[in-house]
């Protein structure tokens, strides 16, 4: 079974970059589906973006909201996925979760916090 530790949040002013990781342990890491959600306070847990596996194609997809700001990677040699955050807004404030399924296996990062404010 899968397990994710979350990192790279932090403070960042409006318009800057961040980058998130999430460490996988566990194996066969290429056949996991990846993905990164967020939940603001007093909001529902929401879908960022995901990256299919390395079979599927590593396929990405984002939310309307983050698409063109936002871009997920995998790295399969370091098992390593990432959340590279571009044009932050104050919007992007939230705890951010990355996420590893495969098959009935749904694993889930301790979450990392964004906090976008000048």
């Known amino acids: 079974q899968a397990q994710l530790v979350d990192s790279g949040g932090g403070l960042v002013q409006p318009g800057g970059s961040l980058r998130l990781s999430c460490a996988f342990s566990?194996?066969?890491?290429?056949?996991?589906?990846l993905g990164w959600y967020r939940q603001a306070p007093g909001k529902q847990r929401e879908w960022v973006a995901t990256?299919?596996?390395?079979?599927?194609?590593?396929?990405?997809t984002y939310a309307e909201v983050v698409k063109g700001r936002f871009t997920i990677s995998r790295d399969n040699a370091k098992n390593t996925v990432y959340l590279q955050m571009t044009g932050l807004k104050p919007e992007d404030t939230a705890v951010y979760y990355c996420?590893?399924?495969?098959?009935?296996?749904?694993?889930w990062g301790q979450g990392t916090q964004v906090t976008v404010s000048s």
């Open positions: 990256i299919t596996s390395i079979p599927s194609g590593s396929l990405t």
């Open positions: 996420n590893a399924k495969r098959g009935i296996d749904n694993a």
């Open positions: 566990g194996t066969f890491f290429s056949l996991y589906g």
